[in-house]
């Protein structure tokens, strides 16, 4: 008690609930970030499908009794494989479907609100979601509970709006618009949440991306709050290999520890959205052209026949097998990056594998796919002169060997250029590797909750 004799005790702690898209580019940030408001004594319910929270890593035992992992029943979809709920189980062709169950978790979502908020101690403070959660907005509001809509980084939110936009991201961002088969689109999913919406969080920060990020309050017209970049721990922690992928990862270490320094060029582009045969090909003979040692964590081609090996080039992993290992199998990608034998990173340029190539320091090739990875290049990367984007056709967006080739010597062979590429993305680790910072914004964001409570 103060000398006037009142309590100064603090506030009690707020109840989250936290759903994310079902992709793991998605569940896992957002674990990171049930794991920090737990930390500080909030009670988080996170929220998927059985499947996807058995999947899940172990929580840190600091956090673990304050969350509760919630599975949703996954609806049946007729079509749609077995088991296939997050997006990397799901077959390009069968995308429609997963949105259409997707959508049919509304139901048991609204049932697991109105048990939530039956009881005043169990009543959540907030529902944070994705912006597709238009279903969880809705529940949300039914029970008079504030939402909060995760968005996309700035940098798309900005390139979305702008009219200077290249035709081939143009395009590619179509799927956003299309009718899937549960007879809605993205775009409406977004719309419907930002409607329902209190305020808007973004996994981003304006040191991150700050011509983009002061962009995005007048974009949406609410307030948005900052969560930090939610980088993982950068020895990969509580996340390592399973006993499983063991022998995978020491087969890929046991390579990089016979390169020399800063040598390897180290390739992935995710296994949401693999390449096309004919853009593995392109890629493959850059590589070869370019004579960095490279290795490459290689994803089944769109439209291969065979297995992934069988959709490269003849003859090229004979020519290359002195200086370069593919590889199609589990990859322990923070022990890569971590690794003294990696000079870079070419990336599809996805938020995740930015910040975990970024805490390390790597300079990037950049190779965008799709969605946010064009703008993630274009505006934030390029633009902080980190690397080199593979030069593009205008139109279609194709690329070819000689542009793979040109950005690849520029950010691993040629000095005086590789150095600034070096300088640049030191500065931008610092940035990730700040622990303080992304701790201070976690802080804000709780207070941004409880002001609104």
């Known amino acids: 008690m103060d000398a006037k004799g009142s309590s100064s005790a603090m506030p009690p702690p707020l109840r989250v609930v936290i759903c994310p898209w079902l992709a793991f580019g998605h569940l896992l940030p957002y674990l990171e970030l049930a794991e920090r408001l737990a930390s500080r004594g909030h009670r988080v319910y996170y929220v998927s499908t059985p499947r996807n929270i058995a999947r899940l890593p172990p929580l840190c035992p600091a956090a673990a009794p304050r969350v509760e992992l919630v599975a949703l029943p996954y609806p049946c979809v007729d079509g749609l494989p077995d088991g296939a709920e997050s997006t990397n189980d799901v077959p390009a062709d069968k995308r429609e479907l997963h949105w259409k169950a997707f959508d049919g978790l509304a139901a048991p979502f609204a049932e697991f609100m109105a048990a939530a908020c039956a009881r005043e101690d169990s009543k959540p403070h907030w529902v944070i979601a994705d912006g597709f959660h238009h279903w969880a907005a809705a529940a949300a509001v039914e029970h008079k509970v504030p939402f909060a809509q995760l968005l996309p980084t700035a940098a798309m939110m900005v390139a979305a709006t702008s009219s200077s936009t290249p035709r081939y991201e143009r395009e590619g961002a179509r799927f956003f618009t299309d009718i899937d088969a549960s007879g809605m689109s993205c775009a409406q999913r977004c719309s419907l949440a930002g409607e329902r919406s209190t305020l808007m969080a973004i996994r981003s920060c304006p040191e991150w991306e700050p011509e983009c990020f002061q962009q995005v309050a007048a974009i949406c017209g609410k307030p948005v709050v900052p969560l930090g970049l939610l980088p993982p721990s950068p020895d990969g922690g509580r996340r390592a290999a399973s006993s499983a992928n063991e022998m995978e990862k020491e087969a890929t270490i046991g390579w990089l520890d016979a390169q020399p320094p800063k040598s390897v060029l180290y390739v992935a582009l995710g296994s949401e959205v693999p390449l096309r045969t004919e853009q593995a090909h392109e890629?493959?003979?850059?590589?070869?052209?370019?004579?960095?040692?490279?290795?490459?964590?290689?994803?089944?081609p769109l439209g291969a026949a065979g297995g992934a090996l069988e959709a490269l080039p003849p003859g090229f992993q004979e020519r290359t097998s002195g200086h370069g290992l593919v590889t199609t199998g589990w990859v322990p990608q923070m022990?890569?990056?971590?690794?003294?034998?990696?000079?870079?990173?070419?990336?599809?340029?996805?938020?995740?594998?930015?910040?975990?190539?970024?805490?390390?320091?790597?300079?990037?090739?950049?190779?965008?796919?799709?969605?946010?990875?064009?703008?993630?290049?274009?505006?934030?990367?390029?633009?902080?002169?980190?690397?080199?984007?593979?030069?593009r056709d205008e139109k279609d967006g194709s690329f070819h060997r000689h542009g793979v080739a040109a950005a690849v010597r520029a950010v691993m062979l040629e000095g005086e250029a590789r150095r600034g590429f070096v300088a640049n993305a030191l500065k931008l680790q610092k940035i990730v590797a700040d622990e303080e910072l992304h701790e201070r914004y976690t802080d804000e964001l709780v207070k941004q909750l409880r002001s609104y409570t």
């Open 283 to 300: 890629l493959a003979l850059g590589l070869e052209l370019a004579g960095a040692r490279f290795l490459w964590a290689l994803r089944k």
């Open 335 to 391: 022990s890569v990056l971590a690794h003294g034998a990696v000079g870079a990173f070419l990336t599809h340029c996805g938020r995740n594998s930015l910040i975990e190539g970024l805490l390390f320091g790597h300079p990037l090739v950049m190779l965008p796919i799709q969605g946010d990875q064009w703008p993630n290049a274009r505006l934030i990367m390029e633009g902080r002169k980190v690397g080199l984007q593979v030069a």
